[in-house]
């Protein structure tokens, strides 16, 4: 049978923190492009199985992984069910799950670095450490077939000194991109991607989010299914490596002394 005829294998997905908001479209838009999917999540049980429903009504695959990333070696457990589960190792992994707590430099503890860092930064850097390392264990090069995508922010690209915790992890996470891409190949293709605001988080008001969701250069706020889709497209062009795509609506270029939800209403409007 000739390539063109030979039906594709199917590719499968690990998504962490699928089960709402940004990984259920990254989800959601990898089973629309054929894709099986691992959907990782920690408390959002029901949104998890409603997920996975979706999924299948799409005439995909769709297995469940329950794990609290903190845990030391949560990312390599979650590997390996997920391999199991899927009868072999994903070829993709969309890090996406994401502590997003509000501190400054000065109120930033040791638990709040630790949270915010063994779930954005460690779980993420050692799921693409597993994935490469058991590649290699395997032994052939899969010529570009497998990626990690880290999921950043647009904040990493402009920073403002609120939301420390959080920026900092995501700053050592967008750092390990080229790093890792060049660590963990000819194995894996390791990329980022930078959302800008996308959904109501923390303290905020609906009122302050509609404004501060326009607050980037196209004045729109940013479709979610867009950053999602730049998770595939990443996934599915063999030649992206060691670069991170920014789905932001041009917002890391518009900047500001203090987090969008701040500036937009003054130091304490976010929650008003
Ligand atoms: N929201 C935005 O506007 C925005 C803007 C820029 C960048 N981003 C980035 O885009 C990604 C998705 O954003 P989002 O707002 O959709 O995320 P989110 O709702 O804040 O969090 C996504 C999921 O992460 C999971 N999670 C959190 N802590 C965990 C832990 N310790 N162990 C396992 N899972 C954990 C939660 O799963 P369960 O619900 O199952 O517990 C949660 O649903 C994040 O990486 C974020 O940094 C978001």
Not at 23 to 51: K, M, N, P, Q, T
Not at 190 to 203: K, R
Not at 235 to 252: F, P, Y
Request: with cysteine; proline share 4%; aromatic share 4%.
């Amino acid at each position: 049978m000739s390539a063109a005829l030979r039906p594709s294998p199917t590719r499968t997905v690990l998504v962490t923190g699928a089960a709402r908001r940004l990984g259920r479209e990254i989800s959601l838009a990898f089973a629309r492009a054929g894709w099986d999917v691992l959907a990782h999540h920690r408390h959002s049980e029901d949104e998890a199985h409603a997920l996975q429903a979706d999924i299948e009504r799409m005439g995909r695959r769709c297995h469940l992984l329950q794990a609290d990333l903190r845990a030391p070696d949560a990312g390599l457990t979650v590997l390996h069910l997920g391999r199991a589960l899927a009868g072999a190792l994903p070829h993709c992994i969309v890090n996406n799950a994401s502590v997003f707590e509000a501190d400054d430099a000065l109120s930033a503890s040791a638990n709040g670095l630790l949270d915010h860092f063994s779930t954005n930064t460690i779980a993420p850097l050692l799921l693409a450490n597993g994935l490469a390392r058991a590649l290699a264990e395997g032994g052939q090069p899969t010529a570009g077939l497998h990626s990690v995508v880290h999921v950043l922010d647009q904040k990493v690209h402009n920073l403002n000194p609120d939301y420390f915790s959080y920026t900092v992890s995501k700053l050592a996470l967008a750092q390990s991109v080229a790093l890792q891409a060049q660590a963990l190949a000819p194995w894996v293709r390791v990329c980022g991607l930078s959302p800008g605001l996308m959904y109501l988080s923390g303290p905020q008001t609906q009122s302050n989010f509609e404004r501060a969701s326009r607050v980037n250069l196209l004045h729109q706020p940013i479709d979610p299914a867009d950053v999602a889709r730049c998770a595939v497209f990443i996934a599915e062009n063999v030649s992206l490596n060691g670069t991170t795509l920014q789905a932001d609506n041009g917002q890391h270029l518009v900047a500001l002394d203090r987090d969008v939800m701040y500036s937009i209403d003054g130091a304490k409007g976010a929650a008003a």
